[in-house]
């Protein structure tokens, strides 16, 4: 009942919705072939990540109005489908760097590879962490939606490149959706909540990873290791 007075989590999956939509859209349309010349695997995959994000915003709306139960009957089809989203996920990349040309955001795949795995790991912390806290509704939620946010990169970086504009663009876009839900704590609770940190603390500790991985000497080894 206390989502009730809470659409923002609401508005937010609706929000991220949009942008995992435009981004994937805008890729396969500008992609030689149209969607049509997109591998089926990646359909799949995406398919599954969107179904995850739909879910997320039906589970925001059921607690908003007041339909706890079916709420908590749909629980186990998110964690099939989150559990999927790694799987694929896993699977997405050692295809990458199976290929001798595979690339992954820009880079070599094998280096590239850094990107997905650690919004993965992101992921799954962090969907382990709502999952834990169910009876926590201020932590429950704002860990789902910390969940949805950590895995949006490769949707914004689509849509951010995909319309020309600078890559940095894709960090203030992706921080200031963090940001945000730093804000409504202050508005709702006073302080922020510490689920709200730990998301910002993962996200800011991906982000200087992924930045200084052309100069990390084992990674390239590494990630053969996990994915070759």
Request: with cysteine.
């Amino acid at each position: 009942m206390e989502q009730r007075r809470e659409p923002f989590f609401f508005y937010m999956a609706l929000l991220l919705i949009a942008l995992v939509l435009c981004g994937f859209t805008l890729t396969g349309f500008l992609r030689p072939g149209g969607p049509l010349a997109v591998p089926l695997f990646l359909h799949f995959h995406g398919a599954v990540f969107l179904s995850w994000f739909v879910l997320l915003a039906f589970q925001a709306r059921l607690i908003g109005q007041g339909n706890r139960a079916l709420h908590m009957r749909l629980g186990l089809t998110s964690v099939g489908l989150a559990v999927a989203i790694v799987i694929i996920g896993y699977l997405v990349i050692r295809a990458a760097v199976a290929k001798p040309d595979g690339m992954i955001a820009g880079r070599p795949a094998l280096i590239g590879a850094i990107f997905p795995m650690l919004d993965i790991i992101n992921f799954s912390i962090v969907y382990t962490l709502g999952f834990l806290n169910r009876s926590n509704a201020n932590a429950h939620k704002r860990f789902m939606l910390l969940a949805a946010i950590l895995m949006i990169d490769p949707a914004m970086a689509r849509l951010v490149f995909g319309l020309g504009l600078p890559g940095m663009l894709i960090l203030a876009l992706e921080f200031s959706l963090l940001l945000a839900m730093l804000v409504y704590d202050l508005f709702r609770l006073k302080k922020p909540h510490w689920a709200t940190l730990i998301g910002m603390a993962l996200y800011i500790g991906a982000f200087a990873f992924k930045l200084n991985i052309d100069g990390i000497n084992w990674w390239p080894a590494f990630s053969r290791s996990v994915f070759g």
